[in-house]
Structures are given as C-alpha cells and as structure tokens.
C-alpha cells in the first residue's frame, strides 16, 4: 500500500491507481476535534470501476464507515473524536480501494490499466461542505426577493385574480 497525505480543504487532483486491486493510504491532516467530515472521490464514467473508501484509525479500521454512493462519486461522512486520542493512535486515514466493474463497451480496445480519480476531505456545516454555502445565501436571497418584491410592483403588473377565476 503506498500512501499520501489529504489536507482538510484540498483537492488532489489527478490520482491515480492500478484499475485492479489498486489501493492507496491517504493520512488526514488538518482536522479538528468533534467536527464533521466527508471525504469525496469523483473519478471518470469512461473507465467502469468501484472504489471503497474506509476510515481507519492509526492500524485499526474504525466503526465509522457510512459510505453514499453516487454517480461516479463515492463519499464517506464522520465526526472526528478528541483529536488528542487520535494522534496519539497514529492518526485519522482514509484507505481507498478500487476494482474494475462492468466491461470495455468498445469492441477490439484493450481494458485501462489505471484510473484516474480526484479526491478531497471538506469540513461541513449542518451536512453541507463549507465551500458551498454561498449556493445556499443565493437561494435564501432570491426566494426572499420573490416574496418580497411583488409588494413593490404597481398593481397593473400583478396578475388579476377576478380575471384567472373567469377564464
């Protein structure tokens, strides 16, 4: 197992792995005590594979292993635990697996040897990545400007409701 290091809020872009049995160690860096994480791999829909994610904790593989699997992207969700006992079990890692799935849809083209894949550990918020938030204030900001725009209009705007109710 070769391994690499994956710092809270960055992406490594452009892994790779053997697209057989291919394995990599990746130590988690620059958490923080009692707080929520979601580790992401998004790879290709091109090269057909399956990828475990699972937290270990130093040697020992933890109970925390909620997997969510989507399109082409494989997550893992935890909460980390007083980062004093942690560190001193060797540390919080993730390990990243993946095995060929499905077939080579074009006939005559030799099967991958490897995959190429991105991977990030984000700290969230309520369940939701702290980079993202900003798509949330943009929602909350247009759905209060539509309700509090139309007061604003002049009445011949505004649909009538004598009129729909004839129709």
Known sequence: LDGAVLNVGEELK???L???LGSRVYKL???KSLT???V???????????FSLQLKKGDLESGLNRNRRLLNTEKLIFKTDNLDSINDQGGL???VTVEPE?????????????IIFNIVCDELLLGIPYHAWWVVAFVVLCLVSALIIPSYLP???LRDQNVAKQS
């Open 40 to 50: 992401k791999i998004s790879y290709p829909a091109s090269i057909p594979a399956s």
């Open 14 to 16: 452009a892994e790779t």
């Open 93 to 95: 890692h993730v390990l």
């Open 29 to 31: 860096q620059g958490l």
């Open 36 to 38: 929520w994480y979601e």
């Open 102 to 114: 499905g077939f080579v849809a074009i006939p005559n083209t030799k099967e991958r040897e490897f």
């Open 155 to 157: 009445s011949y705007l």
């Open 18 to 20: 053997p697209l057989k």
